[in-house]
């Protein structure tokens, strides 16, 4: 069973995460040509993304598939670059078992999405909750 996390600890990692992503300089170039002018719309997105997947909210409405599949230029190597900012901001951000579930449960989002993605076909489903 995962460690409790909170909203406030949810959005702490996707504020801190995005932040490291936009600097970044093999993901924040995509990041921004997709997101251009819609960051907080995005963040507040993936606050809602993480809540309904770690604490089974509901809040989060969207297709993640189908928005991955639709970034023009992405590659594997942007999710490779992607998951090892994920854990590394979760290390710092969270306590070491709760950081630990929740970048496992980024490893297999991030298998769904990157297969959709760079074949660009419907992959398996993104996981949706605890």
Do not use: N
């Amino acid at each position: 069973m995962m460690p409790r996390i909170t909203e406030q600890e949810i959005r702490d990692l996707v504020f801190a995460f995005y932040e490291r992503v936009r600097e970044d300089e093999r993901l924040g170039p995509v990041f921004e040509r997709s997101l251009e002018g819609r960051w907080p719309a995005h963040l507040e997105k993936m606050c809602d993304f993480w809540s309904s997947i770690l604490l089974a909210t509901g809040r989060f409405q969207g297709d993640p598939v189908r928005a991955h599949v639709e970034v023009a230029g992405i590659r594997p190597e942007h999710f490779d670059r992607w998951i090892e900012l994920f854990g590394q901001t979760a290390a710092i951000t969270l306590r070491p078992e709760t950081a630990t579930d929740i970048v496992g449960r980024a490893a297999r989002i991030r298998v769904a999405l990157e297969h959709a993605a760079c074949s660009g076909l419907q992959g398996p489903e993104v996981p949706s909750g605890p």
